[in-house]
């Protein structure tokens, strides 16, 4: 069922036109299914390896923190490490079950996402609104659903808020 969460930003027009382009396989088992398809954010990171992480100002001070906490706490490196490497391990978890499926919010078609996510002439564009796709979940009383704007930003310089695991689900490269 769609609920609304702090991370993820709505619209302020919930009938903003939002677009989903398919190759026609996809749509094809979309249809077939009567269901769209979730990848993991970790799936999406083998194309993209920023996805779902955090901007490198991030990186930088969680290294920085790990070291003050070691020194502070005269923890030995290697058990240090070893809580380092549990921290990834369990951030790789999450982004392994949180599971995504992306639409582009414009009043027109987009030419680029015509030829990267719809292979050219061979695929589909679907057309709807950001309220009738918070309405299709309705049903669902089995998943929390949340729907929200990605926001892009310079991930060389950027800071994102770090109080909840969602942020780096919804935050992107400008390249993007």
């Known amino acids: 069922m769609y609920k609304t969460h702090p991370v993820f930003e709505e619209p302020e027009d919930p009938n903003v036109k939002i677009w989903r382009y398919l190759r026609y396989d996809h749509l094809m088992s979309t249809l077939e299914k009567r269901a769209l ?3 993991s954010i970790h799936k999406l990171g083998e194309e993209d390896p ?17 070291e003050d906490r ?3 706490l005269n923890f030995p490196k290697p058990i240090l490490s ?8 369990v951030r ?3 982004m392994e079950r949180i599971i995504v499926n992306c639409w582009h919010m414009n009043d027109y078609e987009s030419a680029a996402m015509w030829k990267i996510y719809a292979g050219g002439k061979k695929g589909i564009a679907i057309q709807s609104t ?12 089995e998943d929390d ?3 929200g704007k990605v926001k892009y930003i310079d991930y060389t310089k950027n800071t994102i808020p ?3 695991g969602f942020y780096p689900c919804v935050y992107k490269r400008k390249s993007f």
């Open 92 to 94: 790789r978890w999450l």
């Open 50 to 66: 920023f996805e779902g992480s955090y901007p490198e100002p991030h990186r930088q001070f969680f290294n920085k923190a790990w």
């Open 37 to 39: 398809f979730f990848p």
């Open 145 to 147: 659903v949340h729907i």
């Open 130 to 141: 950001f309220k009738r796709l918070k309405e299709s979940f309705k049903d669902n009383k």
């Open 82 to 89: 070893d809580m380092k490497e549990h921290d990834q391990k």
């Open 162 to 164: 770090r109080d909840n």
């Open 70 to 72: 070691g020194r502070m």
